[in-house]
């Protein structure tokens, strides 16, 4: 006995019966032919998710391609700004450029690591306070 009306599948024409009584309109497939149906828009979706997806990666890397195709231009521009400004210079006074700019940088890193030894000498200093005051407690102890 079927569970509900039978109807003729429009789409493969074979014969299934509806879950309920009551005449639905909208049920025009048997359950093979609709959850077929179902699986065919589900995987058309998917397939144009992942085309859409891929489209927006390839652009992104179009615009990456492009903006990198103007790194060695900017590159060149740099270099020929910097040897204009340098142009009009002799070689003497460009090897005192480039010893003025060496000694500031030379300067500079003294001043730092002068700096950082100066933090470490303070640790040292409170770790050697720190080892004082235990050993003086420690012999203040032993006296006792």
Not at 25 to 41: E, F, L
Not at 60 to 67: C, N, P, T
Not at 117 to 126: A, G, P, S, V, Y
């Amino acid at each position: 006995m079927s569970k509900g009306i039978i109807k003729d599948c429009r789409v493969c024409g074979k014969q299934f019966s509806t879950n309920s009584m009551k005449v639905s309109a909208d049920i025009y497939s048997c359950p093979d032919c609709w959850g077929k149906n179902k699986q065919s828009a589900l995987t058309k979706n998917l397939t144009e998710k992942m085309n859409r997806a891929v489209m927006s990666i390839e652009t992104r890397l179009d615009k990456v391609e492009e903006a990198n195709r103007m790194i060695p231009m900017i590159v060149n521009a740099e270099l020929s700004n910097s040897m204009l400004s340098l142009n009009g210079l002799s070689g003497v006074d460009i090897k005192e450029l480039i010893t003025t700019e060496l000694a500031e940088v030379k300067k500079e890193l003294v001043e730092h690591q002068l700096d950082s030894i100066k933090i470490f000498q303070k640790k040292l200093q409170k770790q050697v306070i720190t080892l004082n005051n235990k050993i003086i407690k420690i012999m203040q102890e032993m006296k006792e």
